[in-house]
């Protein structure tokens, strides 16, 4: 009989599975004229303020919000400060 910390055969194929996390900094919305306009160095504009935490996504799932850090490597990264409700609930 496998221990309650040891996961089973299904468990260990489910953990396995790959999941896509996106970080998503902010929105912005444009006309289509003012995306036409856009060419390098525009700076396009977020409602986002960098007071706010950016939200991170599972599989095009809201599950968690984080502050954006930079880690080893001059790497981006994001630490998370809160998972969101309905996501932390299913667990």
């Known amino acids: 009989m496998a221990s309650e910390t040891s996961p089973t055969g299904q468990q260990q ?14 929105k ?5 004229n003012q995306l036409l ?5 525009a700076v396009v504009e977020l409602e986002q303020k ?8 599972a599989n095009d799932i809201l599950v968690a919000r984080g ?13 998370l400060t809160e998972l969101v409700k ?5 667990r």
């Open 67 to 79: 502050e954006v850090v930079i880690t080893q490597g001059d790497k981006i990264g994001v630490t």
């Open 50 to 57: 960098t007071s706010q935490p950016v939200e991170i996504y």
């Open 86 to 90: 309905s996501y932390n609930q299913a």
């Open 13 to 26: 194929a489910v953990y396995n599975v790959p999941v896509e996390i996106a970080v998503v900094l902010g």
């Open 37 to 41: 306009k856009l060419g390098r160095g």
């Open 28 to 32: 912005a919305n444009l006309r289509v």
